[in-house]
């Protein structure tokens, strides 16, 4: 069975939480976002134990509300009927000093029973005070606390939580460890899974081996239950004790995560929130850890700290690893194309109605076809839906605890598309956009690869160049990352491949893979490389793949559209082309041509050009007589039709053995403009 779970939550017993943040709350929410398991949160407060007994019975080593609510937190909103099951969760807060240093660690425990959870509170409550926060602050090593929770009962389980954020995680850059053991020692072998929090992801963590063996879970770590799934985990297994946390320890049945963009999170890039000073790890470096504005050290943030211990100049998918998916919160993209706050009321009626027409937030944003969504909710939210599916987003990254915000359309554009949109117009959403917070001028986006740093081996000082100039083009991030047919396709020595795949297979990003493999061994130059495709959005996508594989080389190689690179090569020989008409221009320039009494023949002689040229149709007779005349008008005007670009380029090296031989040359001079 597969479920979403969510086991990292907090309780209203704890600080600065929501007073809806009670078991009715987080089940009517789980229903409308789609999540069938979810952490209690703070079992140990004395208080929220005493309501969990009473309103939770045991199913399956999971608990169930006796009496669950009914009704739904949005208005009109009608989410379909799921069971929400319950796991006994609780994170504790460890400061203490080891190795001569003050560490501060917080660990997410699990237990499958009330009574298991009851007597780790009462172990606990004779270490430190467990009632003022339902997160408590003990002076207790993480490795005595997985210590007393094995004692207490064999099968819970300890998962260091959120491990980059700077200030309170096991790898944090102000208190953490360079190394897991240094902090568990002989009982290392206990911790089979880590939560890599909301500021990094799998491919961020995939960057540094020591992490492999370990299963890379994701959570909410929500304050209220609206917040309840911002990240996740996709199980397929039986939603039980035994079988979800079987699944953690070996990877039987757990299916991947997912994830915030990790520019969203709130330590990801370095800086000083008072100064309203962001800034990437060059950045850093370049100022020696300093503010530029007051002076004092910057918070180094997660992606700065993944890079230090990073030893792979790539992510490496370990082989147990599963797959992940990014989302943006449904409230955060309304909020976006509507121009109004996530929590204002346009965007709950809107976000209500959405869930009363797809069943849950995750189905909608993960699985609805984007036809139906332009269907039933307009084009400019499906255009939202399918740029959050395709990484086609403008982050403005997170420093310090300032939360970073993802955008995926601009101001210009959203003008435009808004008015044209019918989810937008008649009253349902203000007309108006509320101005967000400019980043600083220190702030600069990079990729979050950066490159490879190690404890022992100091950052480059010309690492920038590294860096993929805008980290919206994050789809191209993951182009390393190939399966078995592709990587085979990749390694082959093969002159010539014939690969047949159907869309959204990573055809774009088995070609670059291609490329730069070809590149990096020696066995050609940069320079000698033609690639093609048919669209300007891949051959964009490809470069920006290519950018990523191959800094310093990518820009000597020639990516590009079928069409511009012919017209680049026919323009270069020709310099009176000056102008290409679009396939809806051929048939008023048609109407020019024909005598008047054929002027109704131009949509089907259109048509019957371009299969022509495309290689589906030979010309009979009277259309030779009409493509010759085209042609002829488009030559005196200094022009050529979009269609025929590559028949016509296909001719001249056909006829030109001279010109042949001068094109086989480096191409990097007949490149696209």
């Given at each position: 069975?597969?479920?979403?779970?969510d086991l990292h939550v907090h309780s209203r017993y704890s600080r600065a939480t929501s007073r809806e943040a009670?078991?009715?709350?987080?089940?009517?929410?789980?229903?409308?976002?789609?999540?069938?398991?979810?952490?209690?949160?703070?079992?140990?407060?004395?208080?929220?134990?005493?309501?969990?007994?009473?309103?939770?019975?045991?199913?399956?080593?999971?608990?169930?509300?006796?009496?669950?609510?009914?009704?739904?937190?949005?208005?009109?909103?009608?989410?379909?009927?799921?069971?929400?099951?319950?796991?006994?969760?609780?994170?504790?807060?460890?400061?203490?000093?080891?190795?001569?240093?003050?560490?501060k660690v917080h660990s997410l425990i699990g237990v499958p029973t009330l009574e298991d959870a009851r007597r780790?509170?009462?172990?606990?409550?004779?270490?430190?005070?467990?009632?003022?926060?339902?997160?408590?602050?003990?002076?207790?090593?993480?490795?005595?606390?997985?210590?007393?929770?094995?004692?207490?009962?064999?099968?819970?389980?300890?998962?260091?939580?959120?491990?980059?954020?700077?200030?309170?995680?096991?790898?944090?850059?102000?208190?953490?460890?360079?190394?897991?053991?240094?902090?568990?020692?002989?009982?290392?072998?206990?911790?089979?899974?880590?939560?890599?929090?909301?500021?990094?992801?799998?491919?961020?963590?995939?960057?540094?081996?020591?992490?492999?063996?370990?299963?890379?879970?994701?959570?909410?770590?929500?304050?209220?239950?609206?917040?309840?799934?911002?990240?996740?985990?996709?199980?397929?297994?039986?939603?039980?004790?035994?079988?979800?946390?079987?699944?953690?320890?070996?990877?039987?049945?757990?299916?991947?995560?997912?994830?915030?963009?990790?520019?969203?999170?709130?330590?990801?890039?370095?800086?000083?929130?008072?100064?309203?000073?962001?800034?990437?790890?060059?950045?850093?470096?370049?100022?020696?850890?300093?503010?530029?504005?007051?002076?004092?050290?910057?918070?180094?943030?997660?992606?700065?700290?993944?890079?230090?211990?990073?030893?792979?100049?790539?992510?490496?998918?370990?082989?147990?690893?599963?797959?992940?998916?990014?989302?943006?919160?449904?409230?955060?993209?309304?909020?976006?194309?509507?121009?109004?706050?996530?929590?204002?009321?346009?965007?709950?009626?809107?976000?209500?109605?959405?869930?009363?027409?797809?069943?849950?937030?995750?189905?909608?944003?993960?699985?609805?076809?984007?036809?139906?969504?332009?269907?039933?909710?307009?084009?400019?939210?499906?255009?939202?839906?399918?740029?959050?599916?395709?990484?086609?987003?403008?982050?403005?990254?997170?420093?310090?605890?300032?939360?970073?915000?993802?955008?995926?359309?601009?101001?210009?554009?959203?003008?435009?598309?808004?008015?044209?949109?019918?989810?937008?117009?008649?009253?349902?959403?203000?007309?108006?956009?509320?101005?967000?917070?400019?980043?600083?001028?220190?702030?600069?986006?990079?990729?979050?690869?950066?490159?490879?740093?190690?404890?022992?081996?100091?950052?480059?000082?010309?690492?920038?160049?590294?860096?993929?100039?805008?980290?919206?083009?994050?789809?191209?991030?993951?182009?390393?990352?190939?399966?078995?047919?592709?990587?085979?396709?990749?390694?082959?020595?093969?002159?010539?491949?014939?690969?047949?795949?159907?869309?959204?297979?990573?055809?774009?990003?088995?070609?670059?893979?291609?490329?730069?493999?070809?590149?990096?061994?020696?066995?050609?130059?940069?320079?000698?490389?033609?690639?093609?495709?048919?669209?300007?959005?891949?051959?964009?996508?490809?470069?920006?793949?290519?950018?990523?594989?191959?800094?310093?080389?990518?820009?000597?190689?020639?990516?590009?559209?079928?069409?511009?690179?012919?017209?680049?090569?026919?323009?270069?020989?020709?310099?009176?082309?000056?102008?290409?008409?679009?396939?809806?221009?051929?048939?008023?320039?048609?109407?020019?041509?024909?005598?008047?009494?054929?002027?109704?023949?131009?949509?089907?002689?259109?048509?019957?050009?371009?299969?022509?040229?495309?290689?589906?149709?030979?010309?009979?007779?009277?259309?030779?007589?009409?493509?010759?005349?085209?042609?002829?008008?488009?030559?005196?005007?200094?022009?050529?039709?979009?269609?025929?670009?590559?028949?016509?380029?296909?001719?001249?090296?056909?006829?030109?053995?001279?010109?042949?031989?001068?094109?086989?040359?480096?191409?990097?001079?007949?490149?696209?403009?």
């Amino acid at each position: 069975m597969r479920y979403v779970a969510d086991l990292h939550v907090h309780s209203r017993y704890s600080r600065a939480t929501s007073r809806e943040a009670d078991l009715a709350g987080y089940y009517r929410w789980a229903r409308v976002k789609g999540i069938g398991v979810v952490g209690t949160g703070d079992f140990t407060h004395p208080g929220w134990l005493a309501e969990l007994e009473d309103r939770l019975v045991e199913k399956d080593g999971l608990y169930a509300l006796r009496e669950p609510p009914e009704g739904s937190p949005l208005e009109g909103a009608v989410p379909a009927d799921r069971p929400v099951r319950f796991i006994l969760t609780t994170e504790i807060s460890s400061i203490y000093k080891k190795h001569g240093q003050v560490r501060k660690v917080h660990s997410l425990i699990g237990v499958p029973t009330l009574e298991d959870a009851r007597r780790m509170g009462t172990k606990l409550a004779a270490i430190g005070n467990i009632a003022s926060d339902g997160r408590p602050i003990l002076g207790l090593d993480p490795k005595d606390l997985l210590s007393l929770l094995l004692e207490t009962s064999p099968d819970s389980f300890l998962i260091p939580a959120h491990i980059w954020t700077p200030w309170f995680s096991l790898f944090g850059s102000k208190s953490g460890f360079d190394r897991i053991e240094d902090c568990f020692e002989e009982l290392t072998p206990h911790i089979f899974a880590l939560e890599t929090g909301l500021s990094s992801d799998p491919l961020m963590n995939w960057r540094w081996s020591a992490l492999d063996r370990y299963r890379l879970i994701s959570n909410s770590d929500a304050h209220s239950p609206g917040k309840l799934g911002r990240e996740a985990n996709l199980f397929d297994t039986e939603p039980s004790w035994q079988g979800l946390v079987q699944a953690l320890r070996t990877g039987e049945g757990f299916r991947g995560t997912f994830e915030f963009y990790p520019e969203e999170g709130k330590y990801h890039f370095d800086g000083h929130r008072k100064c309203h000073v962001c800034m990437d790890p060059d950045q850093t470096l370049k100022s020696g850890g300093m503010c530029p504005v007051c002076g004092t050290p910057v918070t180094v943030g997660v992606l700065n700290r993944v890079l230090t211990l990073a030893d792979r100049a790539e992510p490496v998918r370990p082989r147990t690893a599963e797959g992940f998916s990014y989302i943006i919160p449904l409230p955060e993209l309304l909020a976006e194309i509507a121009g109004s706050g996530s929590g204002s009321k346009s965007v709950s009626a809107l976000y209500g109605r959405i869930i009363t027409a797809f069943g849950n937030e995750y189905g909608f944003l993960l699985d609805a076809p984007v036809e139906d969504i332009a269907r039933s909710q307009g084009g400019l939210l499906a255009e939202a839906v399918r740029r959050m599916r395709e990484g086609r987003i403008d982050p403005r990254p997170g420093y310090d605890g300032e939360f970073g915000v993802i955008r995926v359309f601009d101001d210009a554009e959203l003008i435009r598309l808004r008015g044209q949109d019918e989810l937008f117009q008649g009253g349902r959403a203000s007309s108006s956009r509320k101005t967000r917070a400019a980043l600083p001028p220190q702030t600069a986006r990079a990729s979050r690869y950066g490159n490879t740093r190690s404890a022992s081996t100091p950052y480059a000082a010309d690492s920038a160049s590294r860096y993929a100039a805008d980290s919206a083009s994050r789809y191209a991030a993951d182009s390393t990352i190939l399966d078995d047919e592709q990587r085979a396709v990749v390694d082959s020595e093969s002159r010539r491949s014939l690969v047949l795949a159907g869309p959204g297979t990573g055809k774009t990003r088995l070609l670059a893979g291609w490329i730069a493999r070809h590149v990096r061994a020696g066995a050609v130059e940069p320079g000698r490389v033609l690639a093609l495709t048919f669209t300007n959005r891949a051959a964009g996508e490809l470069k920006e793949r290519l950018a990523l594989l191959l800094p310093g080389q990518a820009e000597k190689i020639a990516a590009a559209t079928f069409h511009s690179f012919c017209l680049s090569v026919l323009s270069e020989r020709d310099p009176s082309l000056l102008t290409v008409y679009a396939p809806s221009q051929r048939a008023e320039l048609l109407a020019a041509l024909l005598p008047a009494g054929e002027t109704g023949r131009v949509k089907t002689l259109a048509e019957r050009m371009e299969r022509c040229w495309e290689g589906m149709e030979e010309p009979a007779a009277d259309l030779r007589i009409v493509l010759d005349r085209y042609e002829e008008e488009l030559r005196r005007i200094g022009g050529a039709d979009l269609s025929s670009l590559v028949m016509r380029l296909s001719g001249v090296l056909r006829a030109d053995s001279a010109f042949r031989a001068e094109l086989s040359a480096p191409i990097q001079s007949h490149r696209p403009g």
